[in-house]
């Protein structure tokens, strides 16, 4: 069993909209993967953008996965201005894309072993390739793609929880896109027998080359939203222009009631 690199320090939930963000550093997450390894009991850790802040609002089963989710990161460079603008400034962004790479690093110096599921065909394993490359000593101890199914029906298969138990890893990280991941996985999480179960979104396609990550300066500038939906616009221009534009308004509104309470 992997044993804490260091100490944990306690941390602080930041409260936005139905939920909260965990104020940590990446280092801090490293720190508290290790911990929920060592504890070897179940974790659910998610990663907070606009995006799940608005599926939140009306999809329960979503709701109640981040309600037991056991760390909750801010994955977006907007949302972490937002909470600085409505006075609730947290320490760095940790996004499920980001923290795959310090998080093999910190897996091939500490013997963690890890699990790619979901994607599509191909592009776990591609990933496992180049992270293994990158990273000498990664143990990913297995990969899997499961056929595209509805909510449901993943709900019920077997095949990926059987797949997991066998290759036995310290962290699953699962590509299956929100909230499909995150529900599955707090669904699972006694079923699987894994101490940390991650839901990284694309994480696997950028780390494959399948989909180009946005530069840093774009990350940094709080466009990484505007460089994805140029290279998928039929299928992210609802949740950009229609769903996440009501964030917009929820930050004023709030800001504005902040500064008349204040009278």
Known sequence: MVKPARTVRPRTRVPIMSTAVDNVSMSETLDLIESFIAQGKPHLIVTANVDHLMLLEKNEAFRAAYARADLITCDS?????????????????????????????????????????????GVAAKAKEVLERRYPGLNIVGTYAPPVMPLQELLRDQESIRRVREARPDVLLVAFGAPKQEIWLDAMRDDLGVPVGIGVGAAFDFAAGVIKRAPAWVQNAGLEWLWRLLQEPRRLWRRYFLMDARFVFFVIKEKLRRLFAKR
Do not use: H, M
């Open 77 to 121: 460079i907007p949302l972490k201005w937002a909470l600085s603008i409505l006075g609730r400034p947290i320490k760095e962004r940790v996004a499920g894309a980001d923290l795959i790479g310090p998080l093999c690093a910190r897996a091939a110096q500490r013997g963690i072993k890890l699990f790619f599921l979901g994607a599509a065909p």
